[in-house]
């Protein structure tokens, strides 16, 4: 078995982009019932401007168009910028019938998302929002049913089997504050067909640690692996990529454990008998850039040596730690998903440096038998 990958196609951004100019970051992707992809990603001065805004597409990948799509956080946002969006991640419960989920932020005057002493947040709340027409229009938008007194970061919703729709969510803590719960990664899910998300299942992991960016996959059977890019609060560096199970959609999770990959986002994708491939962002290396690999014992080890190049460019951030502000300038790519296509292919969707600013682009990425 061996990988292959067809050319970028960009979706959001211009090809070159002039030093100041606005870019994107935090992009998510859903594939749609007529074949579609809707794509989102928030549009920012960098990664850590609290003021930020989310543009959206579709893709029709038979003719590679890129569609304009109305903004699902736009009923959300104050023109004098109190109320800003942050990550958006939009699911389809059914033929056109549409779901948002995202972070309303109130930086309150702050120039970085993230304080640079105690890497705690700006003030952020999950919304969402919802459209009846395939996202031509948006209902007003509501708060998230369940509520932490700490920060929750989500990813996109998703169906697992038994009519499960769920999130994994990224805990914070705020500005000038500790946590106030230990924490917890967790999965965030509604039991009545998407109403309402109002119950979480708790995922084990070692204390002063932070399961990041969680990236799930499912099997022919519906179970879910999901990897976490792990983060020790202590240091404040990277950890190595854990992953836990759930055998019953998402109700419950095994406890997190590393698997032999250090890099800090990994998205993984379920093939069949026990081979897997998946995406990683290498940044803390002598050849930085977006791979591809394949394992062939469920996401266990990776083979790095024969990785697929998607998007190799040079990347030095200045320190470890993925909250410091002063990174921003140098990363040239980042925050990649997989988002299944077929059983043997999958959507990769990530930003990247374009000149001046950065964009959105997409490749298909797809296990080839030898």
């Known amino acids: 078995m061996h990988l292959t990958v067809s050319p970028l196609k960009r979706v959001l951004g211009p090809e070159t982009a002039a030093p100041g100019e606005a870019g994107y970051h935090f992009p998510g992707a859903c594939l749609l019932s007529d074949g579609s992809v809707y794509i989102c990603a928030r549009r920012d001065r960098g990664m850590n401007d609290p003021y930020g805004v989310t543009e959206a597409v579709r893709w029709l990948p038979e003719t590679d168009a890129v569609i304009p799509m109305p903004s699902p956080t736009a009923r959300d946002l104050d023109p004098d910028g109190r109320r800003t969006a942050y990550s958006c991640y939009v699911s389809e419960l059914s033929p056109g019938e549409f779901i948002a989920l995202y972070g309303i932020m109130e930086p309150e005057g702050r120039s970085t998302v993230f304080d640079e002493k105690t890497y705690g947040m700006c003030r952020t709340t999950l919304r969402i929002s919802r459209s009846h027409d395939g996202g031509k229009t948006w209902e007003a938008p509501e708060d998230l049913a369940y509520q932490t007194p700490d920060i929750m970061i989500p990813s996109r919703i998703f169906h697992t089997r038994d009519g499960i729709w769920g999130f994994h969510a990224e805990m914070h803590n705020h500005w000038e504050q500790d946590y106030v719960e230990p924490v917890q990664a967790r999965f965030v899910y509604s ?150 296509l077929s059983p043997r292919s999958a959507l990769v969707t990530f930003w990247h440096a374009n000149g001046g600013a950065t964009a959105v682009s997409v490749c298909r990425l797809t296990a080839e038998p030898d």
């Open 191 to 340: 039991a009545d067909g998407g109403r309402s998300f109002d119950r979480a299942s708790f995922i084990p992991h070692p204390a002063d640690f932070l399961a990041g960016d969680a990236r799930p996959t499912a099997d022919a059977e519906g179970n879910l692996m999901s990897f976490f890019w792990g983060f020790d609060l202590r240091t404040m560096k990277d950890l190595a990529i854990y992953r836990s199970f759930s055998r019953d959609g998402g109700l419950s999770w095994s406890p997190v454990e590393p698997i032999e990959l250090k890099k800090q986002i990994t998205s993984p994708f379920l093939l069949e008998n026990g081979a897997c491939m998946c995406i990683y962002q290498e940044r803390f290396s002598d050849r930085p850039g977006l791979y591809a690999a394949l394992s062939m014992d469920g996401g266990r080890t990776w083979d790095e040596e024969h990785a697929l190049g998607i998007f190799v460019k040079g990347s030095a951030p200045r320190s470890e730690n993925a909250f410091d502000s002063g990174n921003d300038e140098a990363y040239t790519f980042g925050y990649s998903t997989l988002t299944r």
